[in-house]
Each structure stands twice: as C-alpha cells, then as structure tokens.
C-alpha cells in the first residue's frame, strides 16, 4: 500500500496570515472572533486556550478587540462593530477583498451582479453587502435558459471549482450583451483542487481531511467522490482497519483550514493500522503524489 499527500494541502496563506495576527493580539488582549475563525473545531478549540472566543453576532460585543475572518464580514457588521465601539483587527483575506472591491465598483457602474457560490457562506453574504443593486447568487448548475442581460457582472466565490466556472460562463455568454467576467477562484484553491483531482485518478481511497464545516474541505470533498472511493474526516479517530484493508494506493488531501499537525497526524495512524513503522515528525516528510509516482 501506498500513501501520498495531493500538492498544496492544508493551511492557505490567507488563513495562516488569519491565525498569525490572532494570536499577535492575543498576547496583549482577550480577542473575539465574529464567527469561528477557521472552519476546523479542533483547531477552533486550540485557539480558545490562547484566549480568542467566538461571537456569534457583530452586536454581541462592546469596546473589544474583534478579528475579522479571511472570509470577511458584511458592511452591515462592520459598522455594527465600529458603532460599538470595538476595535477591529481586519485578517479579511486579499483574494476576498479584491471581490469586494469589483462588486462594489461593478455595481456602481449599473451592473448587476451574478456570484457563482453558496448564498448562505459568510464570504458571499459579505461580498453582497457591497452591491445595493441587483444582484443575485447562482449554483453550478444555474440555467439561464429564458432569461437576458443586457449587461451582467460575473465573479465567484473564492473556493469554487474552475470548471464550473467556466461551463457558466459558456452558458451565460449567449444570453448577455455585455458580460463582465471576473475570475475571483483563488489560485490557492484551483492548485489544490487540480492536484487532488489528480491523485484522485490513481488512488483507489481518498481520504479529505479538514471540518465538515469548511467550504472549500466540502469542495475537495465533492471532486473525490466523482472520481473515487472518497470519506471525509476531521480526525484521525474516524480511521478504520476495514476503510483501508486492500487498498493499493491511498490518496491524502486537506482542505484550507486544515492544521498541518492533523494531515500528520492521519498519515500516522494510516501507518500504524497497516502494520507499518513509519512515522513521520514533519509535514514535508510525507510523499507528495506526483504523475510519475505511480
Ligand atoms: S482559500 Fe484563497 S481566498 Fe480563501 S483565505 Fe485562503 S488564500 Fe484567501
């Protein structure tokens, strides 16, 4: 049996960048969180020990230190927070506040804006914040069939897959006069899911690691299974010696908000289920699929 890691698991630079200034501030005050600030529970608990909580609404605080999630918050919670008093550590990651910005430029230029994403994620409620014009959120599968634009803005949220994208824009590009294309898919996020796609093709069991709660872990999630016996953990505890019995090769990925210590972690009890010694201290230690790996 073979093991590999798919290239670009794990942490992201907008999230590292997120927990890095959290816990800078931690040191000097109690922090809260609008929301968790990663979409790991474990790693949400972690965090509680260095003093950062969670609240659940931007009004629940007063005069305190608020971090701001790489996803971002809406204009509405800002000013909520800002109203109160509190003082905001903003970690929204660039990638995120680049869409801000087109919505809200776009939309000021009278175009209506199409996001290609979840309505109810966070990062795209707060990218609608900035639109007060029409606007609208769309699936992959969204049909344009009936309807006409004379002029549309199109962007994505950050997590969503290239593909999907792209057969979007082929559909819309019949129905509009004018059509502005923004391609907002992080490029941390199309790497990691062309190279779990790409594992996925020769593993015969994918194993996504990450929250259950994790937009883009759920992604990674959805790309496996169209290829491949595919199950997704949060920890290593979820292995079993029937999942991973007369398995050839096995295929690691993870999503964003992933700890490196977790994939570390799996890869370890994936060793010591099969019998194996190895173990590994480092996340560059274990293999890294590439083509000719197999
Ligand atoms: S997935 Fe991309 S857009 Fe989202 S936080 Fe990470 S780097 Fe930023």
């Known amino acids: 049996m073979k093991v590999f890691l798919a290239q670009n698991s794990g942490f992201c630079f907008g999230v590292k960048r997120a927990i890095r200034m959290a816990l800078e501030v931690a040191q000097q005050d109690r922090v809260y969180s609008l929301g968790p600030l990663i979409h790991n529970p474990q790693m949400v608990e972690d965090l509680k020990d260095h003093g950062i909580e969670i609240a659940s609404h931007a009004g629940d605080m007063r005069s305190s230190t608020v971090i701001v999630r790489s996803h971002g918050i809406s204009e509405m919670e800002r000013q909520i927070l800002e109203q109160n008093g509190n003082q905001i550590v903003d970690a929204t990651c660039p990638y995120v506040r680049r869409t801000h910005e087109i919505v809200k430029e776009m939309c000021e230029s009278g175009y209506p804006v199409m ?51 792209l ?49 883009n872990t759920r992604m990674l999630y959805n790309i496996c299974t169209a290829v491949t016996q595919t199950v997704l953990i949060e920890t290593a505890t979820e292995l079993s010696a029937d999942l991973l019995n007369n398995r050839q090769i096995i295929g690691l990925t993870a999503g ?39």
């Open 115 to 165: 996001i290609l994403g979840d309505a109810g994620h966070p990062e795209v409620i707060g990218m609608l914040s900035y639109c007060e014009g029409d606007k609208e959120v769309v699936s992959p599968d969204f049909d344009p069939a009936g309807k006409t634009w004379h002029k549309l803005c199109l962007l994505s949220q950050t997590t969503m897959q290239m593909p999907d994208f």
């Open 167 to 215: 057969a979007l824009v082929g559909r819309l590009v019949p129905h509009c006069q004018q059509l502005m294309i923004f391609n907002t898919i992080c490029l941390a996020t199309t790497e990691r899911q062309h190279a779990t796609r790409k594992l996925a093709s020769h593993a015969d069991l994918m194993i996504v690691i990450g929250g259950r709660n994790s937009s």
């Open 256 to 294: 964003a908000s992933t700890p490196d210590d977790q994939i570390i972690i799996v890869y370890n009890k994936i060793m010591e289920i099969n019998g194996n010694g190895d173990r590994v201290t480092e996340i560059n230690a274990i293999p890294i699929f590439k083509e000719e790996s197999c």
